[in-house]
């Protein structure tokens, strides 16, 4: 059987019941496999292909990650071409919620935001600007070209909208030798009597 570089080619598989089969299954395609009970269904999709892809993964780890994982035998197959590396998901597995998809059951979505995060140049949502990483000096350099002549806060949030007095946080703020706060955008100083309704949402921000 000819290769051909939008499929997968699969020659001789003598997997379980499946007697010397070949066959070809187009790529980027929702393939289905039919048939009745010991047909060789799950023989086909999960001993051979799913075998077979998911060996070829574990042969692209370090050697010093492969001593501590049991081996994977290459199933009974002449040959499989067009093949990557695969990912299965049991027909069984139960959706954990209903944002659940296949991305979340089978990890992979936890990869893809590693990799974005590692490709990705972030932006600020409001002004646009590109975000980067500084230096403490950078950021000192930063701050004083752009507000060159004016008094400069930094604050921290440690309360975003949420109810409460928020005495004790406030007291532990001024028992760490902090001077100043910010209560919903307004500037006081650390023993100033601080009055906030106990279920009105409040955010507070320490000037660092």
């Given at each position: 059987m000819?290769?051909?570089?939008?499929?997968?080619?699969?020659?001789?598989?003598?997997?379980?019941?499946?007697?010397?089969?070949?066959v070809?299954?187009?790529?980027?395609?929702?393939?289905?496999?039919?048939?009745?009970?010991?047909?060789?269904?799950?023989?086909?999709?999960?001993?051979?292909?799913?075998?077979?892809?998911?060996?070829?993964?574990?042969?692209?780890?370090?050697?010093?990650?492969?001593?501590?994982?049991?081996?994977?035998?290459?199933?009974?197959?002449?040959?499989?071409?067009?093949?990557s590396?695969?990912?299965s998901?049991?027909?069984?597995?139960?959706?954990?919620?209903?944002?659940?998809?296949?991305?979340?059951?089978?990890e992979?979505?936890?990869?893809?935001?590693?990799?974005?995060?590692?490709?990705?140049?972030?932006?600020?949502?409001?002004?646009?600007?590109?975000?980067?990483?500084m230096?403490?000096?950078?950021?000192?350099?930063?701050?004083?070209?752009?507000?060159?002549?004016?008094?400069v806060?930094?604050?921290?949030?440690?309360?975003?909208?949420?109810?409460?007095?928020?005495?004790?946080?406030?007291?532990?703020?001024?028992r760490?030798?902090?001077?100043?706060?910010?209560?919903?955008?307004?500037?006081?100083?650390?023993?100033?009597?601080?009055?906030?309704?106990?279920?009105?949402?409040?955010?507070?921000?320490?000037?660092?």
């Amino acid at each position: 059987m000819k290769a051909v570089a939008n499929e997968i080619t699969i020659s001789g598989v003598r997997v379980h019941n499946l007697k010397n089969l070949s066959v070809s299954i187009p790529r980027n395609r929702m393939v289905v496999f039919t048939g009745v009970s010991g047909s060789g269904k799950t023989s086909l999709a999960y001993d051979t292909i799913f075998s077979e892809g998911q060996r070829r993964y574990f042969e692209t780890l370090s050697a010093y990650f492969r001593q501590f994982v049991v081996g994977m035998d290459r199933p009974d197959v002449d040959l499989i071409e067009g093949l990557s590396p695969s990912i299965s998901v049991d027909q069984r597995g139960r959706a954990r919620s209903g944002r659940s998809t296949i991305g979340t059951i089978t990890e992979t979505a936890d990869y893809l935001r590693l990799l974005f995060t590692a490709i990705a140049k972030p932006y600020c949502p409001d002004c646009g600007i590109a975000i980067e990483a500084m230096t403490p000096e950078r950021m000192v350099e930063a701050i004083t070209d752009s507000w060159k002549g004016r008094v400069v806060g930094i604050l921290a949030p440690v309360v975003v909208g949420r109810k409460g007095t928020h005495k004790e946080l406030i007291e532990g703020i001024s028992r760490r030798g902090y001077q100043k706060i910010r209560v919903n955008g307004k500037i006081y100083n650390i023993d100033d009597e601080i009055k906030m309704a106990r279920y009105k949402a409040h955010d507070i921000e320490v000037v660092v």
